[in-house]
């Protein structure tokens, strides 16, 4: 492991207290949605992506992996939210996926990649970026224990911050199938907002 990011625990509650005091998961800054990028698909691998399943599809679970594992900047490689996205279009439009959009509220910093095949909308959220300087922010998500309604209160806060924004790509793809995924913190998002879209929004998610 590398030492210099092992955070000690002494130093770990101060640091999630002032995350907390300086920036609350209550009020602004809006969430936003960068610029669309849309990549001509060459070959095949969404193609077999199976939009209306009901029971387990490995070949669903690979495909949603790699999103998630390429919702990560350090998998691309980049810093910047324009480069991110333009560089998930370049590795994932060749597997027939198209017309990528970046959902990011920048106060709790939960993002989310938004693509879709001819079949299915498929959300991805991003987990925690290891060098990244939310990293504290999204250590204070992960701790906050408290539960809401049986649902652990950081992951909802995150997941209420950009609902509105994800129900807005669900209405601008209709009849399309809709499916969530994430790693580590973005799979609890993913989970979060799959029942708050059911449950709140009365909108289907096929599969998560």
Not at 41 to 69: G, I, K, Q, R
Not at 172 to 178: C, I, L, T
């Amino acid at each position: 492991m590398n030492a210099r990011r092992v955070i000690p625990a002494v130093l770990l509650v101060p640091l999630l207290m002032s995350c907390r005091e300086e920036a609350p998961l209550t009020g602004p800054p809006d969430p936003i949605v960068l610029e669309e990028a849309t990549v001509e698909a060459s070959s095949v691998a969404f193609d077999h992506f199976v939009a209306d399943a009901s029971v387990h599809e490995w070949t669903n679970s690979y495909l949603l992996a790699l999103l998630s594992h390429y919702m990560y900047k350090s998998t691309i490689g980049v810093t910047e939210d324009d480069a991110f996205l333009a560089g998930f279009g370049e590795r994932l439009g060749p597997l027939r996926l198209h017309t990528f959009r970046l959902v990011h509220h920048p106060l709790s910093h939960t993002q989310a990649v938004v693509a879709e095949n001819d079949d299915a909308l498929l959300i991805a959220f991003r987990g925690t970026e290891a060098d990244d300087p939310t990293l504290v922010f999204d250590l204070y998500v992960d701790l906050a224990g408290t539960l809401i309604n049986g649902i652990h209160d950081g992951f909802q806060a995150s997941s209420r911050r950009v609902l509105d924004l994800i129900v807005a790509q669900i209405e601008a793809a209709p009849g399309k199938k809709v499916w969530i995924t994430g790693h580590s913190l973005g799979g609890a998002v993913a989970t979060v907002t799959a029942h708050l879209l059911a449950t709140e929004k009365a909108i289907n998610v096929q599969g998560v």
